[in-house]
Structures are given as structure tokens and as C-alpha cells.
């Protein structure tokens, strides 16, 4: 464990990371539920604790417990506007727990037009006679029972898993309104309970869905209405043990139910990293990822989730598919794993994946750039790509998103530092003549050793200087990453004060950047005003990551649906021509959000008929029945 | 079967159209050189200041498309990269404008005194102005005026400068650049220049289409262009050329901005300056080359009236909600968008029938006057005096009741007619007779055109510069007539009153016209709906499941509406007899103009043929053009080839007569 270098930034972010964990680990020691106790002995002997010495920290069987049954994250997190009018952040998790955040209300009023008059409450808690009545396949469950894993049919189990985090999702949730979910919950505890539930589905011709974090934002957890059999949510949260690690070749066979987050604690006390770093890691699992084609922040480093795969363990309708060898790189026909990377849990569940390691790092830095405006901060982007030097992670802001960060600046304590960022607006905005409307802000991580990172920073100094870049300190660097951790917290401040809001992204060639940021935000601001949405929209952008050919661009919208009769309607067609508008010019359909039900629709002209038909064959051949019927991607 | 097809007729009479203001009555009270030297400050594109020359010409020297062409020329001609460079920078100078406000301020001077003098009033709708200057902030705008008169692009410009809008910079032929002080004159006030023809020279057209859109990409300024490519001698709007159209219209189809404002003008001239040159030129007597002492010589029109001019800015049309479900830009992403392609026949098909909406748009909007009314009054009635044989002209009362029933007439079809209500009506027509009194004779209260006999062939060639002159007045108000002329002359030519024969005969008709007049392709039907909707609505024609009848009051109307058209007829009929009787082997196209103008003259001195208007280049232009279209001729290395039998054409013939029974044979062929 290296970090006894003098920038505080790593430190600091394992301090939260321990903190955060503490909690969890609080929650976990509280007695969950009597039936925790009955695990087969036999998965309870692979449970082999390698060089790790602390214990593992799973996520309950009763998530509601700890997390929002409609809303994003932890119970105790959220934002809320305290009796002075001011936006806090509650808890003690994050950075910004407990602190106040004097720019937010007004951010909020001016951007959407929002009023803390009008207030609009969710549903405290779920009422389960809105659930309807699980079917249950009887024979499925008497034998499932004489197998031992757990399961459970109660309504606030079933629900929790009945969505992910789509908006329409959340919005119905909050308004109390429940539609087709899953009728049974089972917990497998590893490998071959995974293989049981599966035999046993087939055999009873029960559905099954897999289900890792639950933070899908493509419909993909949504059960399909129409589904009549008796449909199984498979939780795969229990399975979360790390089975051994490879020092010699850098991997770790770990099982697919493990959150990221936790990966990185117990591979971290072995000075081990994977360096994947989804925005939604504090939640998000290893068999998630592999199955949406996850991609990390860190992936200038470390690689998306295909490059860190080096062989996955899937149980499918038809049996078990692995390959016979762990190796970097194997030239035998299509690679297996690309049909199984992506398949957004449609053929089949996976449960253990060997993954590459890395030592961890020994030094961390964050920094930020300030551009004149965006075009020069994608050139400069461009260009950092083009000499292949981006660091660990490299995201360009928009302006919006500039000024939105900047509202999220909590309380500045000291008269000092409120008079450095007083002098520091004043340099860049009348010294340097910045347009403080059309500035726009890169921020970074750098990784590595020390040296190396220092000269790396310089690099990257030296080219944003050539585009108009200017240092902007490592504060604003930090803050910004913590910002994506906090800002799907925000979401639900803003649906309670009847602000709609969701995120979507893209992958698009470097020539286009420009063009897709452009008109999509305009597409959106033009269709929310012709759809009837009284009060201005908020639509912005920022590239999150670069590659030799593309970036991939993130995008934010939200309103005020006051006035509006059918709000999810007017959001769902915005969302829609927004898709359309990127399409039309030049991006992906996804970057790595994936299709799910959401994006079905553009799957064919996407991948083609022909390829559609590829797709289709490999899924008639693994699960010709639908087992895995969740109806996402085909 | 069109009746069954479902369009939703909008009642032209119903169109708003805004209330225009002089522009020239303040000039008339302040100081033009006060008004010259005002300050000006237009509202720009997205707040963006105006981009320098310099930098637009490095930013087009260094594109992407210009730098893929010259290394393609490069490898083809085996010549140095910087060689070519250098010549695409050359060509760029000689193109590019270099818009200068002092230049502009100084037209302004000197055409606020020339227009006082030359016209009675420059009306303008100050609406239209307004969606304009809202149009110019949010996105790109491309300017589309009507063009009848060099005057046109100076017209714009100067009202742009008067209500403080950006001035325009617009695609000029280079044919001005031969007139030496003007040329760079109109380059300073925003003209850029382009060669007549470029045939295969590929870098001529990567650095002239890069250029204008680098500029329409950056909302440098305004692009202004005429879709009709050259002025319109006819005064009927020209079929729309597509080359410019295409160039502006790529930026939004390969989504590099997010959308352009395209925005018809509609320029109407009372009496247009160049009036006597355009019916000459239409005879074949050439066009004079641009000089500079030529406009001086030209300086006689100052001491002429030539009325009033309206312009109408139109409703900026989107192109991004026209091409909505219309065009999948989707196939742009394939290919890097530099590399130049031909455009794929959706996006052809697209530019076209915009194009043809636009120039429809700008029809609509063009303001008639009641001479245009008088024009195609006199000139039916001069046709029938020749029937006669005699000279008589019409009386003054009757002309004008005529005229009052035919503004009636007019107005139900939707015309934008400027008829003052408040004036008596003889006044009227008393008033627009002396405007134009250089075509026109008045003896013993009667009317009638300056006529002699037709035998000698000078005689026939002055009569024909008048009727020329008059015709293009007519032409002036063709658009509002033309669905339900084409209609009258279909029932007039058909066998039966069954409303699917007069359709085969009416969409015949359109199709063999459709180079003569604007007619949106694929709008059959719906032209065919829009002419018996008007015909029914002003009580012409009845009509039942299966027949179209004629009432008894409409007859008059329908005998109006069938002369509107005949003279077109009678031409494109006269045609197709030179092709049969006169053509020889080895006809070239160049060969075509001459010969059947001997031809035409022929027919007209044997007293054969009665309309001198078909000997007008321009409709002889256009029926070849319809013939090659139509596969009757091909034109194989520049000989025209007759493709059809010889009793094929002279089928056509008839059918264009409307003697004989519309053939199947020949629908079928069409």
C-alpha cells in the first residue's frame, strides 16, 4: 500500500471508500434475515479466503433495508432543502455528506424554473396490496426449497427488483404504481446453485431474470408484461467471493455477483486493483458488467470490461460455457465471450469471471483544464488522443455542466478560500477575457509512479496550453469525479420539486463530436418546447472518454413537467428524438449503458438485419424456450 | 383515382399575407447620405462576430474536402500538391466576396437616389423582416430571391441594410467580373462570383461548393442565391436549378448544423427595367455582354416611370422539418464527410422537390398588379382580332368589366392581387395603361396592341417584341391560372366529361409542361384536386362520382382559362410538327434554335399560325427539353435524334391540339 506520497487525493478517497464501507459493514451485522444461516456446505467450502484478512461484506438479501426502494442509493443519502431554503446532502458517506450547498436552490430555480413552493411527494412506502399476487409454479418451488437456496416471495423483495433506474421506472415507483414483477426472489450462493435454479427453470418452464446491482438505465430489469409463466428474479448478490488470485499472471477469479466497489476494497488489500471504475460501482456487479459491456473511467489504463475478461463461467438453458484455458489472446473463431459480453442477461446468468489485475498505484492525481470554449477543450481532447497520452481518466464539461458543478460547490468555510476562488474567477474570466458563458472545464486523473505521473501531467499541461487551456488546480479535478457519484442523488431532489431529469449516452468518431454535442442539445431544448414543457429545458453534455478513433459523450436533460398532463409521455418522446437526432448524426446507439427494452427498437438498423438474425440464432440455440425471457436487446 | 385520395384543400383565398410599407417614403423626407453613413449594427448568427476573408479563405484552403481533392488531382495530373494549392487559392481569389461595409454604404447613397427616381415606391413586408432577423439569430440562413432583374441582388441587399439585418453575400455569374470598376464593386458589397460552367474541373467545384459552405456552416453571413439560376426573361419562374441547393443544404444533411432557414423572397416589379432587352433576347437577337459603358448607355431608363416594387420576404421554411421522415441521414455516416459523393437519388429526389417548393413559395408570395390582369386580357383579344383578321382592339369599358370580372376570378384562385378598392375602376386601368404605354395603343376608346400587317417579315419581327413584352406580364399571373387552365384545356380536349378521362388528359397535359411552368413533381393528383376545387368553388364545374360537367356560367371562364394556355399549345404543337415535317438526319442541337425559327417564321407569314410568342426562345427551349425528357428525341454527341415514329409524334401532336381523341397509345408512351 503505497500511498504515502504527499498529494492527499488517493489518500482521501480510500478514506471515503473506508467510510463508506464501515457503514455497510454496520448494516451487515445487524441479524438480516433467520434464513442467511442455510447455505450448502459445499459452496461454503470454495468460499476460501485468500491472502485477504478482513472480512467480506455482502449485500443484504433485503436490500431495502439500506437502499431506497424509488430512488437512487443509500437510505441515508439524499439531497434535501433545509428550513433555511438551502440544499444539504445527507448521511456520512460521500465527500459532500452532511454539508451544505449554498448555490443548488438557485442553480435550480434559474435552470428549470423550479420552485421549492411547488413540491411533489413520493409514495413513503410501498403499499403491498398494489403488488399483485405472485404466480408460483409449485412444483418449481417444492423442489427448489429441497435444494436449499434461499428464496422469497414477499412484495418489498419482489419489487426492489422489478426495475432499475430508468426514469419512467423510478417515476412510476415514487407514484406508487407497481406493474408486472418478478414472483419469486432466489439467492444462489454460488456456481452450482446457479446451475440448479437453471436446471429447474427449464425443467418447470419457469422465466428467469438475472439480477447483479440493479442499476440498469435501459429497462433491461423491467419485467415484460405479457410474460405468464411464473417469473424468477435470480439475485446474484450472494455469490460475491473473490476464489483466488494469480499473482504470477495478474488475474483473480472472482464470482460475477461481487460490486465493485468491493472488488476493489478486497483486491486492494492485497495491493491488487482491477482499475474498473463504472460511475455506478458503489452498486454495480462483476456479472452486470460483463453482461452490458461495461466500460470504467479508468479504462485509458486499465481497459473496458472486454479487455479485463480473461474467461467468464456462464450457465445457459443448454449447459455451461467456458473455455478450457485462461490466456491473453486466442485465435479459434469468433471469441465466445464476445456473445456472452452484452447479452444483457438474455442467454444465460454468469457466475465467476477471471479478470485481470494490476498492483495498485502508487501515486494518484487529479487536475483540471479551463478552455475558452468547447470546440477548443474536443480539439484538445482530440489531440491528446492523437499522441495517445490520456491520462487515467480525461472528461471535457460543457458549460452547462461547468456552471452545474460549480452550483454544487459546498460551503466554502474559510474567508480565505472564498477570496482565492474570487481571485481565480477574476483571472480567468476578465485577465484572461474567458466568456464565463462559454468556458467550459476538463477534468483529470493522472495514475502511476509518481515521476511518471508529474511528467504525464506536463504533457497534457503543455498540449491544453496549445488550445487555450489553462491549469485550473486539483480541486476542481476532485470535485468533479465526486460529482458522479452524488448526481444520481440529485435526480430525486429534482423529482421532488417536479424536475424530470436522465442521462444517455454515445459513442461517435472524432469528426463528429462536435456535431452530435450540438444537435442534441438543441434537439432537445426545441423538442421540449414543441412537446408543451412550459419552462426552459436544461441539456448538456461532456466527453468522457477518448480513444484512437471516437469519444464517447454523456449527456444530461431534465424540466419542470409542471402543466404537463403526461410528463413521462412528453420525456419518453424527447428521449426518443434525442436517440434519433444521435443516430442521425453519427453516434452509437450505445456506449456502454446498453439496449435493454429502451433501445430495442433502433437495434435493427443498428447491427442490420442480417445481424439481428446472428443474434437470434445463437439465442434459439442456448435457450430455445426463453428461460432467460427478460426480452431485452432482440 | 384521384378522388378518392384524401388532400385537404387549403382555400388559397384564405392565405395570410402581410401589409407592406414603402421603404422609399422615408427616403424621400431625410438625408440619404445621413442614412448612408447611419450606424449599423445587424443582429448575427448566434452572436457571432463576422469572420474575416482572410481567415474564411485559409479555413477552406485547409478543409478536409479541399485538401483530399488536391492530393486526387495530384495523383491524376501528376502535379506537385503545392502547385495545386496555389491554383485553388487563385481560383478562391477570383471567387470570393470581400463585403466592405463602406462599399455598401456608397450603393446605398447612390441607390436611394437612383430608386427614387426610377420607381414610385419599394414596398416591403416588415413581418416577413421580422422572422427574418429572428431566422438569422437561432440558424444559418440561406436567401432565396425570385429574379427577373439585375436589380434583384442589389434590391435585397439594400433592404437588409435598411432594417439592420446581416447583409447577404450572393452567388453572382461571373460574367459580371468582365465589367471592370463594377464587378469589384459587387465583390465589396458581397458578391461572389462563379463560373458559368465547370464541367469536369473538380477542384473548381470542391473550392467553390467548400466555400459557400464553409460559409453557410459558420453563419459568416446570409447565402443568398437565385434558384432559378438566371433571370427569367418569360417572367414565369424558371424551373429550379439544384447545384447551389445542394451545396447549402449538405452542411444540415451531414449534421453539421443543426438546421437552415431557407427563405423565399418574392421580388415583383411593375415595370421591369430590362423589359425591352428580354423580349429581344427571347428572339434571338444575343444578350449583350456585361460592360460597364453598356450601363451607362443604359442610363435612358432613368427618365422612365417604372411603377412600384413589392418584396416579400417569405416564411423562413426549416430544413430540418422538411427533410424530417424524408431523408435518413443515417447514410452519411459511412463515408468521412469530406470525401465528396454523388448525392444518392433519396437526397436528389429531396433537394428537387424542395426546390420546386421553394420556387412555388416564392410564386405565391409575388405580388400582381392589375396590369398583369390587362396584359392577358389585350393579349387574348389581339390573338382574336388576328383570327379575324382585323384591328380593331377592345373598348375601353369592356376591357375594363373584363378586367373586374377576371380581379374577381383571380382573387377566388388566390392570387396576391395589389387592385386599390378604393379607386374607381376605370382610373385603374386607365393608370396601368399609361405605365406601360409603349405596348400598348388607345384610339376611339378602343385598346388593342400596336399591330400592322404580317406580311413583311420586319413587321412581324416588331409585333412580336410587343406581344413578347405583354406575353411576359401575362406570365406574370401564369401561376395563378395555370391548374384550372390545365384543367379547362383537359375537358376542352378530352372525349368524354368522365372525370378519369379528364384526368389522363389533364396529367398529359401537366407532364408535357412540366419544363414550361412550375409543377411540383409527383404533385399530379393534388394539382388536379386543387384545379377542380377552384373551378367548383367559383360555380365553373360541377361534379358527380364519375363526371366533370361545365356549367352554363362557365363557359366564359373556362374560354378564358383554355386561351391562357393555348399559345403554349399551339408552340409545343409546332414543335413536334418541325420534328416531323422539317428535321433532317443530322439536326444538331445547335442547329434546333435556327431552323425552327425559319420554321415558325414561315407558318406566321402563311398566316398558319397566329401566336408570334412561339417564337420565343425560351418556349422552344422548353419543348425540346420536354420531347428529350419524354424519349420523343435524344440527343446522342449533339445530334438530335428522333427516337419515336413519326406517327407517334404527330399523335402528340394532335393530343397538344386537341382535335382528335386523346390516344391510349400515347398516354401509355407518357
Redesign the interface.
Given at each position: 500500500m503505497a500511498s504515502s506520497n504527499s498529494g492527499g487525493s488517493i489518500s482521501d478517497r480510500q478514506h471515503i471508500a473506508q467510510q463508506r464501507l464501515k457503514i455497510i459493514a454496520g448494516h451487515l451485522q445487524r441479524p438480516t434475515d433467520g434464513g442467511s444461516a442455510i447455505l450448502p456446505s459445499e459452496c461454503k467450502a470454495q468460499g476460501s479466503k485468500p491472502d485477504a484478512s478482513s472480512e467480506r461484506k455482502t449485500v443484504p438479501r433485503r436490500r431495502q433495508e439500506i437502499m431506497k426502494w424509488n430512488g437512487w442509493g443509500y437510505n441515508d443519502s439524499r439531497f434535501f432543502y433545509n428550513k433555511k431554503g438551502q440544499a444539504e446532502f445527507t448521511g456520512k458517506r460521500y465527500r459532500l455528506s452532511g454539508q451544505i450547498i449554498p448555490g443548488l436552490k438557485d442553480w435550480m430555480e434559474s435552470t428549470f424554473g423550479s420552485s421549492l413552493q411547488h413540491k411533489s411527494t413520493a409514495t413513503p412506502i410501498l403499499n403491498s396490496s398494489a403488488v399483485p399476487p405472485p404466480i408460483l409454479n409449485e412444483a418449481f418451488v417444492e423442489e427448489l426449497k429441497s435444494t436449499g437456496i434461499p428464496f422469497s416471495h414477499e412484495a418489498e423483495d419482489r419489487v426492489f427488483r422489478a426495475h432499475g433506474h430508468c426514469l419512467h421506472e423510478i417515476f412510476a415507483l415514487r407514484e406508487g404504481k407497481i406493474g408486472r414483477v418478478p414472483d419469486m426472489v432466489v439467492w444462489p450462493n454460488c456456481h452450482n446453485d446457479v446451475v440448479r435454479v437453471v436446471e429447474l427453470s427449464c425443467k418447470h418452464n419457469v422465466c428467469l431474470i438475472p439480477y447483479g446491482g440493479g442499476t440498469s438505465v435501459s429497462g433491461a430489469l423491467e419485467c415484460p408484461p405479457e410474460e405468464t409463466r411464473s417469473i424468477v428474479s435470480l439475485d446474484t448478490s450472494q455469490m460475491n467471493r473473490i476464489l483466488w488470485i494469480d499473482e504470477k499472471n495478474l488475474t483473480a477469479h472472482v464470482e460475477a455477483g461481487i460490486v465493485g466497489e468491493e472488488l476493489e476494497r478486497l483486491l486492494n488489500e492485497s495491493g491488487y486493483c482491477t482499475g474498473h471504475e463504472p460511475d455506478s460501482m458503489e452498486f454495480s456487479s462483476l456479472g452486470g458488467w460483463v453482461a452490458t459491456r461495461a466500460s470504467g473511467m479508468k479504462k485509458n489504463i486499465y481497459g473496458n470490461i472486454e479487455d479485463l475478461v480473461v474467461h467468464i463461467k456462464m450457465v445457459t438453458p443448454r449447459g455451461v460455457i467456458e473455455k478450457n484455458c485462461q490466456v491473453p489472446r486466442m485465435s479459434t473463431g469468433p471469441d465466445i465471450h464476445h456473445f456472452i459480453m452484452g447479452s444483457e442477461g438474455t442467454l444465460g446468468v454468469v457466475t465467476e469471471v477471471t479478470m485481470k489485475i494490476r498492483p495498485l498505484p502508487e501515486y494518484q492525481k487529479y487536475g483540471s483544464v479551463v478552455f475558452p470554449n468547447f470546440e477548443q477543450g474536443v480539439a484538445c481532447l482530440r489531440e491528446i488522443a492523437r499522441q495517445r497520452c490520456a491520462p487515467a481518466s480525461i472528461r471535457l464539461m460543457d458549460n452547462e455542466q461547468f456552471k452545474f458543478g460549480h452550483a454544487l460547490k459546498p460551503q466554502v468555510s474559510s474567508i480565505f478560500t472564498s477570496f482565492l476562488d474570487g481571485l481565480k474567477k477574476f483571472y480567468i474570466t476578465k485577465f484572461k477575457g474567458f466568456d464565463p458563458n462559454r468556458l467550459c472545464v476538463a477534468t483529470l486523473l493522472f495514475e502511476g509512479d509518481r515521476e511518471k505521473v508529474l511528467q504525464h501531467e506536463k504533457q497534457v499541461y503543455d498540449i491544453a496550453a496549445k488550445f487555450g487551456g489553462l491549469a485550473a488546480g486539483e480541486d476542481n479535478g476532485q470535485r468533479g469525479y465526486m460529482l458522479t457519484f452524488v448526481i444520481a442523488y440529485l435526480r430525486d431532489l429534482g423529482l421532488d420539486y417536479y424536475v424530470i431529469g436522465e442521462s444517455f449516452e454515445t459513442s461517435v468518431p472524432w469528426?463528429?463530436v462536435l456535431?452530435?454535442c450540438?444537435?442534441v442539445k438543441?434537439?432537445i431544448v426545441r423538442e421540449c418546447k414543441e412537446k408543451g414543457v412550459q419552462f426552459p429545458a436544461l441539456a448538456t453534455c461532456r466527453v468522457t472518454q477518448t480513444y484512437d478513433a471516437g469519444a464517447c459523450v454523456y449527456f444530461y436533460f431534465g424540466f419542470t413537467y409542471r402543466g404537463l398532463s403526461d410528463p413521462i409521455h412528453v420525456y419518453e418522446e424527447v428521449e426518443r428524438a434525442a436517440r434519433d437526432e444521435i443516430?442521425?448524426?453519427?453516434g452509437s446507439l450505445s456506449h456502454h449503458h446498453g439496449v435493454g427494452k429502451l433501445r430495442k427498437k433502433w437495434m435493427e438498423?443498428t447491427i442490420s438485419t442480417i445481424g439481428m438474425g446472428m443474434l437470434k440464432s445463437v439465442k434459439d440455440y442456448l435457450d430455445p424456450n426463453n428461460i432467460f425471457g427478460n426480452g431485452n436487446l432482440l | 383515382m384521384p378522388s378518392k385520395t384524401i388532400y385537404s384543400h387549403r382555400d388559397p383565398m384564405l392565405k395570410k399575407r402581410d401589409d407592406f410599407e414603402d421603404i422609399l417614403e422615408e427616403r424621400r423626407n431625410s438625408s440619404d447620405l445621413r442614412y448612408a453613413l447611419r450606424c449599423y449594427t445587424p443582429v448575427l448568427y448566434k452572436g457571432v462576430p463576422p469572420i474575416k476573408a482572410s481567415m474564411l479563405k485559409s479555413m477552406v484552403l485547409q478543409s478536409g474536402q479541399i485538401r483530399y481533392i488536391i492530393s486526387q488531382v495530384s495523383k491524376e495530373m501528376g502535379r506537385a500538391n503545392d502547385d495545386i494549392l496555389e491554383e485553388a487559392s487563385a481560383i478562391l481569389d477570383e471567387m470570393a466576396q470581400r463585403l466592405q461595409l463602406s462599399t455598401v454604404r456608397f450603393f446605398v447613397f447612390t441607390l436611394s437616389k437612383v430608386f427614387k427616381i426610377l420607381f414610385r415606391n419599394i414596398c416591403v413586408n416588415e413581418e416577413g423582416i421580422q422572422r427574418l432577423q429572428q431566422a438569422i439569430q437561432e440558424h444559418p440562413v440561406v436567401l432565396l430571391p425570385s429574379h427577373r432583374s439585375y436589380m434583384d441582388f442589389l434590391l435585397v441587399s439594400y433592404i437588409m441594410y435598411t432594417y439592420d439585418l446581416a447583409l447577404p453575400v450572393i452567388a453572382a455569374g461571373m460574367d459580371f467580373i468582365g465589367m471592370k470598376f463594377i464587378g469589384e464593386m459587387l465583390r465589396m458589397s458581397g458578391a461572389f462570383f462563379l463560373r458559368r460552367s465547370f464541367g469536369g474541373d473538380k477542384l473548381y467545384w470542391a473550392v467553390f461548393s467548400e466555400y459557400v459552405k464553409t460559409m453557410v456552416k459558420n453563419g459568416v453571413a446570409p447565402v443568398e442565391f437565385f434558384l432559378e439560376g438566371t433571370r427569367s426573361r418569360t417572367c414565369k419562374s424558371l424551373t429550379p436549378k439544384l447545384g447551389l441547393l445542394n451545396i447549402v443544404m449538405d452542411p444540415f444533411l451531414k449534421g453539421e448544423v443543426f438546421d437552415i432557414s431557407l427563405v423565399p423572397i418574392s421580388i415583383s416589379y411593375e415595370r421591369i427595367l430590362e423589359e425591352p432587352l428580354y423580349a429581344r433576347e427571347l428572339l434571338g437577337v444575343p444578350k449583350p455582354k456585361e460592360s460597364t459603358s453598356g450601363l451607362f448607355k443604359a442610363r435612358k431608363v432613368l427618365n422612365e416611370d417604372y411603377g412600384s416594387i413589392h418584396v416579400y420576404f417569405g416564411q423562413p421554411v426549416s430544413l430540418r422539418s422538411i427533410a424530417e421522415g424524408r431523408v435518413n441521414r443515417c447514410q452519411f455516416n459511412l463515408i468521412p464527410r469530406h470525401i465528396p459523393r454523388k448525392p444518392s437519388e433519396e437526397i436528389h429526389n429531396f433537394v428537387n422537390d424542395s426546390a420546386y417548393r421553394l420556387v412555388r413559395a416564392q410564386e405565391e408570395n409575388m405580388v400582381l398588379k392589375p396590369w398583369a390582369l390587362l396584359a392577358s386580357l389585350l393579349l387574348q383579344n389581339h390573338h382574336q382580332d388576328q383570327k379575324m383578321e382585323q384591328t380593331q382592339g377592345i373598348a375601353l369599358d369592356k376591357l375594363t368589366e373584363q378586367a373586374l370580372w377576371l380581379r374577381d376570378v383571380s382573387r377566388q384562385y388566390g392570387a396576391f392581387l395589389l387592385w386599390p378598392d378604393h379607386m374607381p375602376p376605370s382610373e385603374i386601368v386607365s393608370s396601368s395603361l399609361s405605365l406601360h404605354q409603349g405596348l400598348v395603343r388607345i384610339s376611339e376608346g378602343r385598346v388593342h396592341l400596336p399591330q400592322g400587317a404580317v406580311t413583311p417579315e420586319e413587321e412581324l419581327w416588331s409585333q412580336a417584341v410587343i406581344v413578347l413584352s405583354c406575353a411576359s406580364y401575362r406570365n406574370q399571373a401564369m401561376h395563378i391560372f395555370l391548374r384550372p387552365a390545365l384543367l379547362a384545356s383537359a375537358i376542352h380536349a378530352a372525349t368524354s366529361n368522365k372525370k378519369q378521362e379528364v384526368f389522363n388528359t389533364f396529367s398529359f397535359l401537366r407532364n408535357m409542361f412540366s419544363n414550361e411552368f412550375i409543377l411540383c413533381p409527383g404533385a399530379t393528383v393534388q394539382d388536379f384536386e386543387e384545379a377542380c376545387y377552384l373551378l367548383m368553388k367559383t360555380g365553373a364545374l360541377q361534379a358527380s362520382q364519375q363526371e366533370l360537367v361545365v356549367t352554363e356560367k362557365g363557359h366564359r371562364t373556362l374560354a378564358f382559362l383554355t386561351s391562357m394556355l393555348d399559345p403554349f399549345l399551339q408552340g409545343y404543337q409546332v414543335v413536334c410538327r418541325f420534328l416531323c415535317e422539317e428535321a433532317t438526319e443530322n439536326l444538331t442541337e445547335k442547329q434546333f434554335i435556327p431552323s425552327i425559327r425559319k420554321f415558325i417564321v414561315k407558318l406566321l407569314l402563311s398566316g398558319s399560325l397566329r401566336y408570334t410568342e412561339v417564337l420565343s426562345f425560351d418556349l422552344q427551349k422548353n419543348a425540346l427539353a420536354a420531347l428529350l425528357r419524354l424519349g420523343a428525341v435524344q440527343k446522342i454527341k449533339g445530334v438530335l435524334v428522333i427516337v419515336w415514329l413519326l406517327k407517334q409524334i404527330s399523335n402528340l401532336c394532335v393530343c397538344l391540339g386537341g382535335k382528335l381523341p386523346t390516344q391510349n397509345a400515347v398516354i401509355a408512351r407518357l
Open positions: 469528426d463528429r456535431d452530435v450540438r444537435n438543441e434537439r443516430l442521425a448524426s453519427g438498423e | -
